[in-house]
């Protein structure tokens, strides 16, 4: 099967948002994984934001091994906003999605993505730590195989060592 390159998928709609706004929401989503990491989860954060690059939709922390800050969002977005709004939103989330996530971000029709650190180099924090099997799957491979042009940024230097410091020692 051949896929459509990216110029003839379809793409979201609105404004990019602006790395101001980029560095400011995945320190919010840090935040927010601070609070999982408080109530016992592991130390992820996630959040939607409108096309106005501002708006906080919604809110998400770490759950469990299957119910991911970014999942359990995208599938909340879905019951409260229609797909043509969510294409034109945004996922904010502090690591780079899973293959899950990515998936669910996909089916859920969120159009852009921004995320704090990579997949590979959560890799290098959890180790081969069986509360956190990360796959070395980046989430761009997922997106450049489906039928949408999501639109992705990341990882952003700007907030990788505020995002390390709440892995450090957690996967331990």
């Not at 934001?49 to 970014?70: F, K, R």
């Not at 359990?72 to 709004?85: I, M, S």
């Not at 990341?154 to 020692?169: D, F, N, Q, S």
Request: negative net charge; hydrophobic residues 35%; glycine residues 6%.
């Amino acid at each position: 099967m051949t896929y459509p390159t990216a110029d003839d998928r379809p793409t979201p709609g609105g404004v990019d948002p602006t790395k101001v706004q980029m560095v400011k929401h995945l320190r919010r989503a840090n935040a927010i994984a601070q609070r999982a990491t408080a109530l016992g989860n592991h130390p992820f954060g996630a959040l939607l934001v409108a096309p106005d690059n501002e708006t906080i939709l919604l809110e998400q922390g770490n759950i469990d091994p299957v119910n991911h800050a970014e999942a359990t969002l995208a599938r909340v977005a879905t019951t409260n906003f229609t797909p043509e709004y969510l294409w034109s939103c945004t996922l904010y989330t502090t690591a780079e999605p899973c293959v899950m996530c990515a998936g669910t971000q996909y089916w859920a029709n969120i159009g852009r993505l921004v995320y704090g650190i990579s997949e590979k180099r959560l890799l290098e924090l959890t180790g081969s730590s069986d509360k956190n099997p990360t796959l070395d799957i980046p989430c761009r491979y997922v997106f450049d195989h489906s039928q949408k042009h999501i639109k992705v940024w990341g990882p952003i230097a700007e907030v990788e060592a505020e995002i390390v410091k709440l892995h450090t020692g957690f996967w331990d």
